[in-house]
């Protein structure tokens, strides 16, 4: 039931959001009371209601939990109207990150009990792992890993970027480690995100490097593309992939 919970939860809030996608508005994750208010009375999608029992859908009317997914999934880069649930199963994590690469953050090696939901949208598939009650909801699928080290000032900066609206990055100031995580739609116009998403969609998985000597120090730069496309980038498209990736990281850090 639990499992059936998150499923349903997730359809409704990425159905639910696709209104705000034309109007261009938001809530903040901590303006839960007014969201749930709006969502007081859920539309239940018609290509799921059939297969959802009368005591499963009174269950959902919690607009508690409703919020907190809605604040958890809430983009407006996703085309709604179009997500499916694609695969869904419980699973046992192995760390408190659930299973998830994050800069600056420690995760604690102990089994933790959860789901994963796998979803396609917008031509791309991309998964969410999330612990049992749903209270951690984290988008799972890297589309790219971006590295730059070394240099005068050694730097040790990191950029992760999670389909379809997530980046975490970290880097190094005055010999102390930072790290930030950040929604795509915070820093990047609708343009620029749909740029990524072609790239994205076009090309495949792909492992560039770029060496370059700054003040007689070698720097390092590296990109894991996660492309999910049939086409190789050649060397214009690789350059094109490094500087969307260090400009993405710009914004971030200071």
């Not at 996660?226 to 992939?241: E, V, W, Y």
Request: proline share 4%; charged share 20%.
């Amino acid at each position: 039931m639990k499992l059936r919970y998150l499923i349903f939860a997730l359809i409704f809030v990425l159905s639910a959001c696709s209104s705000s996608v034309d109007s261009q508005t938001s809530y903040p994750n901590g303006n839960k009371e007014k969201l749930a208010e709006e969502n007081s009375n859920p539309i239940i999608p018609e290509n799921t209601s059939s297969t959802i029992d009368k005591a499963f859908q009174e269950e959902v009317q919690d607009t508690t939990a409703q919020a907190v997914f809605a604040g958890q999934f809430q983009s407006f880069f996703l085309d709604n109207d179009n997500v499916k649930v694609i695969e869904s199963r419980e699973v046992e994590w192995s760390d408190t990150c659930l299973g998830i690469d994050q800069p600056g953050v420690e995760c604690v090696p102990q089994v933790t009990q959860g789901f994963e939901i796998i979803l396609e949208a917008n031509g791309l598939q991309f998964d969410y792992h999330a612990d049992l009650v749903g209270g951690e909801v984290l988008p799972a699928t890297i589309g790219l890993i971006w590295t730059r080290q070394g240099g005068e000032n050694q730097v040790c900066d990191r950029l992760i970027i999670y389909l379809p609206d997530e980046a975490h990055t970290c880097w190094c100031n005055s010999g102390e480690m930072h790290s930030a995580r950040v929604k795509l739609q915070e820093i990047l116009s609708m343009d620029e995100h749909e740029q990524l998403m072609d790239l994205l969609r076009h090309f495949t998985k792909n492992s560039i490097n770029n060496s370059t000597m700054v003040e007689s120090k070698p720097v390092d730069v590296s990109l894991m593309f996660h492309g999910q496309g049939n086409t190789s980038p050649q060397t214009a498209d690789q350059q094109t992939l490094l500087t969307m990736a260090e400009n993405i990281f710009s914004r971030i850090s200071p």
